[in-house]
Nanobody, 126 residues
Framework: QVQLVESGGGLVQAGGSLRLSCAAS????????MGWFRQAPGKERQFVAA????????YYADSVKGRFTISRDNAKNTVYLQMNSLKPEDTAVYYCAAKSSYSIPTMTEGNLYSYWGQGTQVTVSS
């Protein structure tokens, strides 16, 4: 089983940057694709970014392309989300999630992820 713990959330002004981290337990981290999702009050959870087990393939929601970068360090069992040029619309609770690389290959659908972190709040002020 994989346990995930997010960190790095906080309050920033529009245009600022924030780096989220997600630390994973276990010794098979590289066998999991990792994703970042977010949920704002009153809205459904939405896909933000995802990265394949080896880090060679990435996906981004159109709303964050060019501003956010997902990366991973398998030696440290950690996945990151670098967020630049933040906007008030980015305000949400951000969750990291893990999906087996041997499962259905789609990486943008949250329902296909087996493990989820507790979430970290990101608030962007005007």
């Amino acid at each position: 089983q994989v346990q995930l713990v997010e960190s790095g959330g906080g309050l920033v002004q529009a245009g600022g940057s924030l780096r989220l981290s997600c630390a994973a337990s276990g010794r098979t981290f590289s066998n999991y694709a990792m994703g970042w999702f977010r949920q704002a009050p009153g809205k459904e959870r939405q896909f933000v970014a995802a990265i394949s087990g080896g880090g060679s393939i990435t996906y981004y929601a159109d709303s964050v392309k060019g501003r956010f970068t997902i990366s991973r360090d398998n030696a440290k069992n950690t996945v990151y989300l670098q967020m630049n040029s933040l906007k008030p619309e980015d305000t949400a609770v951000y969750y990291c999630a893990a999906k087996s690389s041997y499962s259905i290959p789609t990486m943008t659908e949250g329902n296909l992820y087996s493990y989820w972190g507790q979430g970290t709040q990101v608030t962007v002020s005007s």
